[in-house]
């Protein structure tokens, strides 16, 4: 689809340069059958424009025979095909929105004539609007497009094309004093109720709107965390709960909250009124603060006090440890604490 900043230059009928700025970033091919636009397709901004008029006139001709859309054509078809292959993996949804951004930007162009300048000039242009991980993770599904038609072996225009370099991640978690404190400055809804369910249990914002009560066992303490299709996925497994969790919980299910979807933005909106409260009372710096940094501090919490990744890891429901270990940033292992407070008591 088109992005709002970007501007159109005609150079032929039914064919436009697009700009992003002063910057060519591709071409445009319309097509149109009876007044009413019949398909349309984008090409690298090196394509010689005699592509683009074979395939105007082939979509035509199409278009009057049949008196339907045209079959998708290029990569756009390619894509269709790869996107079936890969449906049932757990990350599909950012899967295909991965590969639709690259089909906005190649089209109907074959993706034989698709190299690897084609590919680095997008993901740069992409990357002036974008973070690192954003654009390499459209880097690795366009990558994994080539692979998976064409085998490991075969050429791929994507592996030539590096990476962007990714900051090193950053600690974000809070101290549960201020967790605390946050929670007290919040209103007494469920919203303030899920808030503290992140705090006390890492849940994730989608697994609290997938609760219902027959994942709940208060009376012993006991949670079963739904299962997660972000990643590699996670299994549904029964946890522990913290005291203050099983209280966050209960007060969700008094006010007719579990399993009611919400809005995160919302969410979002009350835990910043809540931050600038208390930033404003104690001076505590917390600004840019978000509901995800609450499942953060529960990781870091926990590492802090047990030392052990691999139980934070089911706690917080990782597929991968690695994951875990951004977790972990801001705390010390508790072993490692131990060593040091003993040789400086020897």
């Not at 996107?83 to 089909?103: C, E, F, N, Q, T």
């Not at 162009?109 to 190299?115: K, N």
């Not at 006991?222 to 299962?227: D, G, H, Q, T």
Request: aromatic share 6%; proline share 4%; glycine share 6%.
């Amino acid at each position: 689809m088109p992005r709002d900043t970007e501007t159109y230059k005609r150079l032929a009928p039914g064919i436009y340069a697009v700009y992003e700025g002063r910057t060519k970033i591709a071409l445009r091919a319309n097509v149109r059958v009876h007044g009413a636009l019949q398909n349309s397709a984008r090409y690298s901004p090196e394509t010689n424009l005699s592509v683009l008029k074979a395939w105007r006139e082939d979509q035509r001709v199409a278009g009057r025979t049949q008196g339907a859309p045209v079959t998708p054509a290029g990569f756009a078809a390619d894509a269709a095909t790869y996107l079936a292959s890969v449906a049932a993996m757990p990350s599909y949804d950012g899967r295909k929105h991965d590969i639709d951004a690259w089909i906005a930007v190649f089209g109907a162009q074959a993706r034989a004539t698709i190299t690897s300048a084609d590919v680095a000039t997008q993901l740069s242009v992409w990357r002036k609007t974008f973070a690192a991980s954003t654009v390499n993770h459209r880097r690795t599904a366009l990558q994994h497009l080539w692979r998976r038609l064409d085998g490991k072996s075969a050429a791929n225009p994507v592996r030539d094309v590096p990476k962007f370099a990714e900051p090193e991640p950053e600690s974000r978690s809070l101290s549960y004093e201020t967790v605390r404190a946050i929670l007290a400055a919040m209103a007494d809804t469920a919203t303030r109720a899920r808030v503290a369910i992140i705090a006390f249990t890492g849940l994730t914002h989608s697994s609290i709107a997938r609760l219902t009560a027959r994942d709940l066992d208060l009376d012993r303490g006991i949670l079963v965390r739904p299962a997660r299709r972000k990643g590699a996925g996670t299994r549904r497994q029964a946890v522990p709960l913290t005291k203050d969790a099983v209280l966050a919980l209960q007060r969700l299910v008094e006010l007719g909250g579990l399993g009611k979807p919400f809005s995160n933005s919302s969410l979002h909106k009350a835990l910043r009124l809540a931050c600038d409260k208390v930033q404003t009372a104690t001076g505590v710096d917390l600004a840019g603060v978000r509901p995800y940094d609450l499942r953060h501090s529960y990781g870091t919490a926990l590492y802090k006090l047990h030392g052990d990744e691999r139980a934070v890891q089911q706690l917080l429901g990782h597929a991968r440890i690695e994951t875990t270990h951004r977790y972990t940033l801001g705390g010390v292992d508790a072993r490692l604490q131990a060593a040091v407070d003993a040789f400086d008591g020897q």
